[in-house]
């Protein structure tokens, strides 16, 4: 079974420039999620798709950030404009309910993006 | 909100020290556990998970963590670690009721010198 894959895995940008990061799940899980590790910091949730539709977003920073799963497959984020605050290693996970509130995500490889 | 700590920022063993990596977490209610590894070049991968039952539970490659509720921990524990264990380790927790958004600690990389 394939795992979860996300491309790029490196992108280097300059500030202003836009950046699409794309996230393709474990086929047949219904949930997808977007994180962020910043500079060495804590893995932060960013948001969760359900199939097509976000669940929860609560952890989207701000406007210039954008996601969508079309389909209910793949999933992309874009950032638009970057900033430098931007830059981190953002990772996708996807899960499939395997029992009342239990779930177990496994986790893509990481998308590095540096902003200059 | 939840929070979750990982004691330590970095650890140095010998092989065949034994590990323990601390994490407490926040949130009062009900809440799955997690400790899942990178290792350099390679992607997260889950190490070991607490859903219910027996709070002592055994995960991949000898790692066990036990889960202490009065305490709101969820050590991570090998007794004799390997130069291959080097790697960062993230604690992971997340609310029975909202089981898809989970709170990370900070990584708690270990070296392990040969």
């Not at chain 1, 219904?30 to 977003?57: A, C, P, T």
């Not at chain 1, 950032?79 to 996807?94: I, N, W």
Request: charged letters at 20%; one cysteine or more.
């Amino acid at each position: 079974e394939a795992g979860v894959t996300q491309f790029p895995s490196h992108s280097v940008i300059e500030k202003g420039q836009t950046v699409t990061l794309r996230c393709d799940p474990i086929s047949g899980h219904d949930n997808l999620y977007w994180y962020r590790r910043v500079m060495g910091k804590e893995i932060k949730f960013l948001l969760h798709f359900v199939k097509e539709s976000k669940q929860d977003e609560s952890g989207m920073p701000n406007n210039r950030f954008l996601a969508e799963r079309t389909g209910g497959t793949y999933s992309t984020l874009k950032v638009q404009p970057a900033e430098l605050e931007d830059s981190g290693v953002y990772f996708c996970a996807s899960s499939s309910v395997q029992g009342k509130y239990q779930e177990t995500q496994y986790f893509g490889p990481g998308t590095r993006l540096l902003v200059l | 909100a939840q929070s979750v700590s990982q004691h330590n920022h970095h650890v140095i063993l010998s092989e065949a020290a034994s590990l323990e990596l601390g994490c407490n977490y926040s949130y009062g209610g009900t809440v799955n556990l997690f400790w899942y590894v990178q290792y350099p070049g390679q992607h997260l991968q889950l190490l070991l998970k607490y859903f219910s039952g027996d709070p002592l539970v055994k995960g991949i490659k000898g790692f066990e963590a036990e889960f202490i509720k009065s305490k709101f921990s969820f050590n991570l524990r090998k007794p004799s670690v390997q130069w291959s264990d080097t790697a960062e380790y993230f604690c992971a927790v997340n609310r029975r009721t909202n089981a898809g958004k989970s709170t990370f600690g900070d990584g708690t990389t270990l070296t392990v010198k040969p």
